[in-house]
């Protein structure tokens, strides 16, 4: 429990809407909506950069 209120508390102090695995969890649901999404995270992780480059190539294969 003390592990999670320090990650709890450091991500809380960023200020940011979500925590940098939620980030990357939103991603692909966001990514088949029309509307434009938009959150904030405290951090840009390598897993996140990758599934928002696999969902780009879905929605560039689908938006043609």
Do not use: M, N
């Not at 209120?5 to 695995?21: C, I, M, P, S, Y």
């Not at 995270?41 to 294969?61: E, G, I, K, N, S």
């Amino acid at each position: 429990a003390t592990e999670a209120l320090r990650d709890f508390q450091k991500w809380f102090a960023t200020g940011a809407a979500v925590d940098e695995h939620l980030a990357d969890q939103l991603a692909l649901p966001c990514a088949l909506i029309p509307q434009e999404s938009r959150w904030t995270t405290p951090a840009l992780t390598d897993h996140l950069r990758t599934v928002l480059f696999v969902a780009q190539q879905f929605h560039r294969r689908y938006d043609k």
